[in-house]
T-cell receptor
């Protein structure tokens, strides 16, 4: 099956610093990747759609200048949390549907637990 | 806008018994997919089962089956012969299908299922 690798799995950073999270499709190409945020015991909320070679599409209420998304290749999308604050602490998950298939199955990364202190 | 509702925040079932998780959704679209995802304590999202809206036949995957009622916009998950490894958070999810386009998932709030020995 298709594999999506997300790195790092856990990160602790100081308030005011930036953190980059990587999402890689290991054995398939993905022109689109999705970034979700999940608070404890809550659902996954879509933050943005990452499009290879073009700007990401952000959901309403998500600050695009704070959550920078780059999709520079068909196998890599990155999410950078800029000037992180404690309220940005959360679980971030990426997903990718393989290009060329019917796009009805999304493969998820392992997630990144971000703690801002 | 599409919405997905899971009215059971928590459920418990004895090992080897059957349990049904409820999900309702709201959409004006006619072409879509519905999913059940499992999120165990590891927080890795795992696809349990998928239903195409244009198919009347309910999807089944081994011990997992759905009751898809399109007119009622209901999509329940039945787990038969429950196993301890089924303990997890279960999310119902909706995806519009535009044919060739890559689409986002809209998740319900989740049901935490505990299988008791």
């Amino acid at each position: 099956g298709a594999v999506v690798s997300q790195h790092p799995s856990r990160v602790i950073c100081k308030s005011g610093t930036s953190v980059k999270i990587e999402c890689r499709s290991l054995d398939f190409q993905a022109t689109t990747m999705f970034w979700y945020r999940q608070f404890p015991k809550q659902s996954l909320m879509l933050m943005a759609t990452s499009n290879e070679g073009s700007k990401a599409t952000y959901e309403q209420g998500v600050e695009k200048d704070k959550f920078l998304i780059n999709h520079a290749s068909l196998t890599l999308s990155t999410l950078t949390v800029t000037s992180a604050h404690p309220e940005d602490s959360s679980f971030y998950i990426c997903s990718a549907p393989p290009q060329g298939r019917r796009n009805t199955e999304a493969f998820f990364g392992q997630g990144t637990r971000l703690t801002v202190v | 806008a599409q919405t997905v509702t899971q009215s059971q925040p928590e459920m418990s079932v004895q090992e080897a018994e059957t349990v049904t998780l409820s999900c309702t959704y709201d959409t004006s679209e006619n072409n879509y997919y519905l999913f059940w995802y499992k999120q165990p304590p590891s927080r890795q999202m795992i696809l349990v089962i998928r239903q195409e809206a244009y198919k009347q036949q309910n999807a089944t995957e081994n011990r997992f089956s759905v009751n898809f009622q399109k007119a009622a916009k209901s999509f329940s998950l039945k787990i038969s012969d429950s196993q301890l490894g089924d303990t997890a958070m279960y999310f119902c999810a909706f995806m519009n299908y535009y044919g060739g386009a890559t689409n986002k998932l809209i998740f319900g709030t989740g049901t935490l299922l505990a299988v008791q020995p």
